[in-house]
T-cell receptor
Framework: QKEVEQNSGPLSVPEGAIASLNCTYSDRGSQSFFWYRQYSGKSPELIMFIYSNGDKEDGRFTAQLNKASQYVSLLIRDSQPSDSATYLCAVQGSARQLTFGSGTQLTVLP | NAGVTQTPKFQVLKTGQSMTLQCAQDMNHNSMYWYRQDPGMGLRLIYYSASEGTTDKGEVPNGYNVSRLNKREFSLRLESAAPSQTSVYFC??????????????FGEGSRLTVL
């Protein structure tokens, strides 16, 4: 079992819709959770991080964390074609190293 | 503002050849990392350096060596390249101690092909 699991997709949503990206992790001692966005052929860039259970909002992005269920998600509201990218979930586990999921490829259709 | 700079951006090697990937950051960051990214595998940590003078193995260190030359520079060496090392390599850095914030700043990547 991989330590950080993501649905690889591809996930397609129409422009203006809500995109929902999910991630589960196996290390119950994990403390910090991150979402990186990676455009094709480019390097990853951080878009959200969350440490506490609940929701964290930043513009059109909302990160949700449920430590009891070992589940973290990213919602993108009013999706735009420019949001088309691969989204990487990263988890800082009890060993303090950052472990990445394999990523979910999102396509926003005009 | 250069951020994290990696060289070379592209390299083709033959099996058994050696090469060094160079990485330099100008953000005065303490910690530096080398990842590889393969299709369907996400980013996997090869080696990291929590601070100048220290290096540690990550998830997939076999076949690689690293040198933290100074606070700015962290190099990755392949002593005898194998086709399994064909990948995109990313160098990254972070400001605080090892993974305090999680905000990694990545270089543009180095695409390596081993024939």
């Amino acid at each position: 079992q991989k330590e950080v699991e993501q649905n690889s997709g591809p996930l397609s949503v129409p422009e203006g819709a809500i995109a929902s990206l999910n991630c589960t992790y196996s290390d119950r001692g994990s403390q910090s959770f991150f979402w990186y966005r990676q455009y094709s052929g480019k390097s990853p860039e951080l878009i959200m991080f969350i440490y506490s259970n609940g929701d964290k909002e930043d513009g059109r992005f909302t990160a949700q964390l449920n430590k009891a269920s070992q589940y973290v998600s990213l919602l993108i509201r009013d999706s735009q074609p420019s949001d088309s990218a691969t989204y990487l979930c990263a988890v800082q586990g009890s060993a303090r190293q950052l472990t990445f999921g394999s990523g979910t490829q999102l396509t926003v259709l005009p | 503002n250069a951020g994290v700079t990696q060289t070379p951006k592209f390299q083709v090697l033959k099996t058994g050849q050696s090469m060094t990937l160079q990485c330099a950051q100008d953000m005065n960051h303490n910690s530096m990392y080398w990842y590889r990214q393969d299709p369907g595998m996400g980013l996997r940590l090869i080696y990291y350096s929590a601070s100048e003078g220290t290096t540690d193995k990550g998830e997939v260190p076999n076949g690689y060596n690293v040198s933290r030359l100074n606070k700015r520079e962290f190099s990755l060496r392949l002593e005898s390249a194998a086709p399994s090392q064909t990948s995109v390599y990313f160098c990254a850095s972070t400001k605080l101690g090892h993974m305090n914030t999680g905000e990694l700043f990545f270089g543009e990547g180095s695409r390596l092909t081993v024939l």
